[in-house]
T-cell receptor, first 116, second 115 residues
Framework: AQKITQTQPGMFVQEKEAVTLDCTYDTSDQSYGLFWYKQPSSGEMIFLIYQGSYDEQNATEGRYSLNFQKARKSANLVISASQLGDSAMYFC?????????????FGKGTSLLVTP | GAVVSQHPSRVICKSGTSVKIECRSLDFQATTMFWYRQFPKQSLMLMATSNEGSKATYEQGVEKDKFLINHASLTLSTLTVTSAHPEDSSFYIC???????????FGSGTRLTVV
């Protein structure tokens, strides 16, 4: 069964606008972590933001924030003030368990295109 | 910050030959290494998990005799694709972690083309 669902295969946003990329997850674990990664065409995985299941506040990292709604099992990524360089694939991922001895499960990704 | 060096970045090999991909953690001890495969426009699929000094655990459907993983030290893990075929052409990427840490450090990936 799919543990991470990203329902938006592709998204467009105009430069300087904000965009929300959706992610829902499925787990019965109490302790888990949620990650967002950016993958440009070069293929490298760039870590953007992390949210632990016990974190009470939504994570923020610069222009990135994570809208964590635990009861709804959603962890949407919000990118504010989009830039042309934000065009890339974005993956939501989940680690079940307390630490990174456990593998990440990735969603299918959302391709974001930022237009001038 | 933590860095994982992955080599080669690109490799083209003939069908039937073997290819070795290396991932080295440069400034930390990678207690666990994860190997992923990514086909074009698809997600990362976990192939195997290896802990230093132990045999790798392979995901269902991944042939352990074809994809040999060695994690003999805390700073080096290798993936060898044996008797490569065109259908093995893919992007392979490693991810390292440390016990007790929550984060993962990815290599830059290897694009394998089998001709």
């Amino acid at each position: 069964a799919q543990k991470i669902t990203q329902t938006q295969p592709g998204m467009f946003v105009q430069e300087k606008e904000a965009v929300t990329l959706d992610c829902t997850y499925d787990t019965s674990d109490q302790s888990y972590g949620l990650f967002w990664y950016k993958q440009p065409s070069s293929g490298e995985m760039i870590f953007l933001i992390y949210q632990g299941s016990y974190d009470e506040q939504n994570a923020t990292e610069g222009r990135y924030s994570l809208n964590f709604q635990k009861a709804r099992k959603s962890a949407n990524l919000v990118i504010s003030a989009s830039q042309l360089g934000d065009s890339a694939m974005y993956f939501c991922a989940m680690r079940e368990g307390r630490d990174s001895g456990y593998a990440l499960n990735f969603g299918k990704g959302t391709s974001l295109l930022v237009t001038p | 910050g933590a860095v994982v060096s992955q080599h080669p970045s690109r490799v083209i090999c003939k069908s039937g030959t073997s290819v070795k991909i290396e991932c080295r953690s440069l400034d930390f001890q990678a207690t666990t290494m994860f190997w992923y495969r990514q086909f074009p426009k698809q997600s990362l699929m976990l192939m195997a998990t290896s802990n230093e000094g132990s045999k790798a655990t392979y995901e269902q459907g991944v042939e352990k005799d074809k994809f040999l993983i060695n994690h003999a030290s805390l700073t080096l893990s290798t993936l060898t694709v044996t008797s490569a075929h065109p259908e093995d052409s893919s992007f392979y990427i490693c991810s390292a972690s440390q016990t007790g840490n929550y984060g993962y450090t990815f290599g830059s990936g290897t694009r394998l083309t089998v001709v």
